[in-house]
């Protein structure tokens, strides 16, 4: 399902043109439908349980993890569109 604030012409600029920026890098362009539900879906089918297979993630949305002089540099070039 969209985000709330989804709409049709959400990736056209003023003039009419398509920006494909917009649907393609930052914010604006995230959301794969149906993707947490295949998950959860596909889960049943596994060795590990669903809690298990996040734990890895769930330390990296906790903790943080390090990322190198290139990753910084280029979140920075984008820091006005983060």
């Known amino acids: 399902m969209a ?3 989804a709409h049709r012409d ?3 600029e003023e003039n009419g043109e398509v920006n494909l920026e917009k649907s393609q ?5 995230a959301g794969v439908p149906g993707t947490v539900a295949g998950l959860f879906e596909t889960a049943k089918f596994g060795r590990l349980s669903f809690e ?4 890895p993630a769930i330390a990296l949305a906790e903790k943080g ?11 920075n070039s984008i820091i006005d569109e983060l």
Request: hydrophobic fraction near 45%; avoid cysteine; proline fraction near 4%.
């Open 65 to 75: 993890f390090v990322i190198t002089s290139d990753q910084a540099a280029s979140f």
């Open 52 to 55: 298990r297979l996040i734990e």
């Open 3 to 5: 985000p709330a604030q």
């Open 25 to 29: 890098y930052g914010h604006l362009s």
């Open 10 to 12: 959400m990736y056209v």
